[in-house]
Structures are given as structure tokens and as C-alpha cells.
């Protein structure tokens, strides 16, 4: 059965078809709740209560548009939502204090790749940036989604995706460089 | 010399710079070094991000651990389902049940006086005739007089599943 027909078929009152689109994008799913999350038993959670969500409102996807954005909609919309509910989440600083507190590595500060001295760093990094910053970063660099995509996805405009990618790299270098004193 | 803006070499990055712009920036770049040096820096940087939520072994490892096939389906059970509803529902459906019953004992006990309770006992029966007669005959059995609705209501939600289920089944075929 493939994607289609399952989704037809859950329209047409058989749940256990949506076990098949579960089957699918279950790592997936996974995987994106656990970059949102950072924490993967947050992401196991959200991942199943994503897919609820989705089959709950089936109803409401266009079966012209692919499914695969509106489900990772839903996804992130839920990590979000979950973030926000356990208030797993940094406040977003205002512009200036970015810009205050950081300079760009055309200033001469460090760039990521030198204050990233492995992977987990920069990952601890990015769960603790402020929700529309994460959403940004992980749908660009992970999902690798399109700006059009991340603006619809998120909600905002197209324009918009490009300040917030640059506020999130400069939040980014930031605590990177904060760790790094921290452990130094 | 003006620099090119961060944000506008993290667009041209993203190839998301229309031809015109782009041409702009590619241009300034030839001949710009500090903006060619940045633009390497912040490839890198991109490079780095990419790479770092990338997933690794151990996650995936992890991820091909789980399967939420079995919870999500658990979840999405239909709403009749619900513990919640059940909670409400059965308790409901009891206390009609007995207030059913109750009627029915008050039917089979009061006098046919010709009064105002008589007179409308004398309307129910008329009107439920069928359901009078079943309830009489039940209430020889004391435990069934109560238990009778119940049963009945038993039934007709097993005759709906069923008609449901037979819908869904040719569906799928």
C-alpha cells in the first residue's frame, strides 16, 4: 500500500492504514523531534503525539500538496507547543542584544567552526536557543528546507527567514563562545 | 567600499537571491576580499551546522530501536473508545436504566384511578404498549427489569458496530 492509497483510505474510516504512513516517516518524525527536543525521550513523546495530531485532522490536508511538509508542520508545531508547555525554552533576545553581545566574524569574533569543537556542543548550543530561532536552524541546516518552505512552515515571511537564520547564527556563536569560557 | 550584509550573503548562500542580486553580489565578491573571506567563513560555519545535526549512528540507532506503531494506534482510537467518553457514557446509561425501571415499577404499581396519575399512566400505556408489556413480563425476574434497557441499548450499539464494520470492510475492498 503505498502513501496515497493509505491516506485514502484513513479518509475513508480505516485506521489501521495510517499504521502504514506511521511505519514511513516514523524515523523521520524522530529525528526532527529529537533536534527540536534535544532530549529523546521529549522527542519519542512528541513524535507519537504528532502522529495523532495528523490523523485527527486528516481531514483538513489537501491531497494536492505533498504530505511530507504537513506532517513535519504538525511535528514541529507540536515540539514547539510541548516546549512551550514545559518551558524548555530561552526567551528571544531582543535584536540589539545580539547585536550588542555579538559581533560577526566580518568583526573579526570567532565563527562557529572555530568555537564547535564537536558535535554535541553545538547541538547542546542549539537546543538552547529560543524557539523561532531553533525552528529556523534546525528546518535550514536538518531538514534543509527552502526559505519558502521554512516561511511557510513557520508562519512568517520569506524575508524574515533570512534575518532570523543570521540572529540565530550570531545567538549561536554566543553561547558557543559562553560554553567555551565556561570549560576554558 | 560598502560590504555586502550578512543576512544578503546568507541569502545568496541559500541561493535564494534573485538573478539580479545575485549577479550584484557575485560581482562585489570578485573584487571585495574581506566580503570573499566571510562568505568562505561562513560556508564553513554552515558546513559545520549541517554536519553537526546531522544524524549520527548512535541516534540512528536509537531512532530504528523504536516503533510507534503500536502507541500511535492506541491513540487514535475512535471516540466511543475514549476512556473519557466511556466514563461519562456508562455511568449515564446506568442511571437511565435505573430511572427507566423505576418508571416502569410505577407504571405496573399505580392504581388506574381515573385521577390525574392515572390518567397518565393510562397516556403511557397507550403510547408504549409494546414497551409496557416487555417491561411487565421482565419484571417477573426482578434483576432483568433493571438490567433490560441496558441490554437493549447492548444491542443496538453491536448492530451498529457491526453495520460499521461491514461499511469499512467493503471499503477497503
Redesign the interface.
Known amino acids: 500500500m503505498d502513501e496515497r492509497e493509505a491516506i485514502d483510505?484513513c479518509l475513508?474510516?480505516?485506521?489501521?492504514a495510517?499504521?502504514v504512513l506511521?511505519?514511513q516517516y516514523?524515523?523521520q518524525?524522530?529525528?526532527l523531534c529529537?533536534?527540536m527536543t534535544g532530549s529523546?525521550e521529549d522527542a519519542?513523546d512528541v513524535?507519537?503525539?504528532a502522529?495523532?495530531q495528523a490523523?485527527?485532522h486528516l481531514d483538513r490536508y489537501d491531497p494536492h500538496q505533498p504530505f511530507r511538509p504537513w506532517l513535519y508542520k504538525i511535528a514541529t508545531n507540536e515540539c514547539i507547543a510541548f516546549l512551550r508547555r514545559t518551558k524548555k525554552q530561552q526567551a528571544v533576545p531582543a535584536a540589539d542584544d545580539v547585536l550588542e553581545n555579538v559581533s560577526?566574524?566580518?568583526d573579526g569574533a570567532p565563527?562557529?567552526?572555530d568555537l564547535?569543537e564537536d558535535?554535541e556542543r553545538?547541538?547542546t548550543a542549539?537546543a538552547q536557543l529560543p524557539l523561532s530561532y531553533r525552528q529556523v536552524?534546525?528546518a535550514?541546516?536538518?531538514q534543509?528546507l527552502?526559505?519558502q518552505e521554512i516561511a511557510r512552515q513557520a508562519g512568517v515571511p520569506?524575508g524574515t527567514v533570512?534575518?532570523l537564520?543570521?540572529r540565530a547564527?550570531q545567538q549561536?556563536r554566543k553561547l558557543l563562545a559562553e560554553t567555551e569560557v565556561g570549560t576554558g | 567600499m560598502r560590504?555586502l550584509q550578512?543576512?544578503q550573503m546568507?541569502?545568496f548562500l541559500?541561493d535564494?537571491l534573485d538573478l539580479m542580486e545575485r549577479e550584484a553580489v557575485t560581482d562585489h565578491l570578485s573584487h571585495c576580499e574581506?566580503c570573499a573571506e566571510?562568505l568562505v567563513?561562513?560556508t564553513?560555519?554552515?558546513d559545520?551546522?549541517?554536519?553537526?545535526?546531522?544524524?549520527?549512528a548512535e541516534?540512528a540507532a536509537?531512532?530504528?530501536s523504536?516503533?510507534?506503531?503500536q502507541?500511535?494506534?492506541a491513540?487514535?482510537?475512535?471516540w466511543y473508545r475514549e476512556p473519557a467518553f466511556l466514563a461519562i457514557v456508562v455511568p449515564l446509561i446506568a442511571f437511565a436504566s435505573f430511572m427507566l425501571a423505576q418508571v416502569g415499577r410505577l407504571l405496573s404499581l399505580t392504581p388506574d384511578d381515573g385521577g390525574p396519575i392515572g390518567f397518565t399512566v393510562d397516556a403511557l400505556r397507550a403510547l408504549i404498549p409494546a414497551l409496557w408489556r416487555v417491561n411487565i413480563y421482565l419484571g417477573q425476574g426482578g434483576l432483568l427489569r433493571t438490567l433490560w434497557p441496558v441490554l437493549l441499548l447492548a444491542a443496538a450499539y453491536w448492530f451498529w458496530r457491526s453495520r460499521?464494520t461491514s461499511?469499512?470492510d467493503k471499503?477497503?475492498a
Open positions: 483510505r475513508h474510516g480505516d485506521r489501521d495510517f499504521a506511521v511505519g516514523q524515523s518524525m524522530l529525528a529529537l533536534r529523546r519519542a513524535a507519537q503525539q502522529f495523532i490523523y485527527r560577526d566574524p566580518a565563527s562557529i567552526v564547535a558535535r553545538v547541538r542549539v536552524v534546525v535550514y541546516y536538518f534543509e527552502s526559505y520569506v533570512g534575518t537564520l543570521h547564527k549561536l | 560590504h550578512p543576512e546568507q541569502r541559500a535564494e574581506a566571510l567563513q561562513m564553513a560555519d554552515d559545520t551546522l549541517t554536519l553537526a545535526l546531522g544524524i549520527d541516534e536509537w531512532i530504528a523504536l516503533d510507534l506503531t502507541p500511535v494506534m491513540g487514535i482510537r475512535p460499521m461499511k469499512e471499503t477497503n
